[in-house]
């Protein structure tokens, strides 16, 4: 789905290079290495090894650089890590196999209801946890066998250099085409149909705290009012590249857009801005996986990534924060802003109604299978 987090991690004309360079430039990494070595020295101190899965490309290059070695260094533990475009098939399989070759997995949150109701985790062990920890990561992001790993968000973004006078601040301004002109962009990928269900009902009038659940009413009223603005919309973009290489362009003025993508892009000087108002999240676990080869080494590895100082570097290099809201002390202000677990743009968001969406209908079909299937015929028109 669109709100999923994005399984490549390109930038357009920001190159993985002058990325990598700029964010490393922004905190003394080796000093949050010491600092977080200094803390799990004693008690995550081990051995062997630990297999991570990841994403692969600069997603795994800045974390194996910055969170992993750091890692190591503090525990004396290795990370191999392995990658795929989807961790949940990867982890069914070895799991039906009996062979479970991988320790820690991301897990997507609309797949994880599934997975544990199988057994295919681990008890999350919060002992290992330190107190900063324990303190800065909510208990809703704390479930018995999985933690949150990162949130993303779509979100309204828009080029400040088409609104130098006015500029758009949620989703009725971006179906307000008279006062904020321009070419505009949505999610038009296959089963990207939720977000712009969402921010249609959002520019309709529909408080946020009367989105759930999306009756039949809600979902024609959405699909109304999409009508208005499809013929403004010159991109359905379907790669999380794609909106933001599009404003940096000037090709679309205002458009949906993932929240890490647009984080990189700002760091490295686009001029564009993020509006959190009617913003989507959606979560995404770490996991012990049952049977894995390192079990105890993979506890140590989850309890480090959540130290707050390792949680902000592994936001800093990938745009995506974890749960941890200690992290906000070790990241420059200037980044604050411009992350999803800061409290002012909390506040504006709505998160995914994922036991909804999962739930069955009367014909026995998911909502969330008959939102796509409204969707996708809402598009062929």
Do not use: C
């Not at 209908?361 to 062929?380: F, P």
């Amino acid at each position: 789905m669109a709100e999923k987090v994005s399984r490549e991690f390109p930038y357009g004309t920001v190159s993985r290079r002058s990325l990598l360079q700029s964010t490393a430039a922004l905190l003394s990494l080796p000093l949050v290495a010491d600092a977080a070595a200094a803390l799990a020295r004693e008690k995550l101190a081990g051995s062997g090894e630990v297999v991570v899965y990841s994403y692969g490309g600069s997603f795994t290059d800045r974390v194996r650089r910055h969170v992993y070695e750091p890692f190591t260094k503090a525990t004396g533990i290795k990370v191999a890590d392995v990658v795929a475009d989807f961790a949940e098939p990867q982890v069914k399989a070895m799991h039906h196999a009996g062979r479970v070759d991988w320790d820690v997995a991301i897990i997507y949150s609309k797949a994880y209801p599934e997975l544990t109701q199988a057994g295919m985790f681990e008890p999350i062990d919060y002992s290992l946890w330190d107190d900063e920890a324990l303190e800065g990561v909510p208990q809703s992001a704390r479930l018995k066998d999985a933690v949150v790993a990162f949130q993303n968000a779509t979100l309204l973004v828009y080029d400040e250099r088409a609104f130098a006078k006015s500029s758009p601040k949620n989703w009725a301004d971006f179906w307000n085409v008279k006062e904020f002109p321009g070419p505009r962009g949505l999610n038009g990928s296959g089963r990207a149909g939720l977000g712009p269900m969402l921010f249609a009902l959002m520019a309709d009038g529909v408080a946020h705290k009367d989105l759930w659940p999306l009756s039949d009413e809600k979902i024609d009223q959405a699909l109304k009012k999409l009508d208005e603005i499809k013929p403004h919309i010159t991109k359905w973009w379907t790669a999380g590249g794609e909106p933001i290489q599009l404003l940096i362009n000037r090709e679309i003025a205002l458009t949906s857009a993932y929240d890490g993508r647009a984080f990189a892009a700002i760091q490295q000087g686009a001029p564009m801005r993020m509006m959190w108002d009617g913003a989507i999240t959606v979560e995404n676990y770490w996991t012990v996986l049952k049977g894995g080869p390192n079990s105890a080494n993979a506890q140590k590895f989850i309890s480090f990534v959540n130290r707050a100082e390792m949680a902000a570097a592994f936001t800093q290099e990938t745009g995506f924060p974890g749960p941890n809201k200690n992290q906000l002390k070790y990241l420059p202000a200037d980044l604050v802003p411009l992350i999803n677990i800061n409290p002012e743009n909390a506040a504006k968001a709505i998160p995914y109604d994922v036991p909804w969406l999962l739930a069955k209908r009367a014909d026995g079909k998911t909502n969330s299978d008959h939102l796509d299937e409204r969707w996708l015929a809402w598009r062929a028109q």
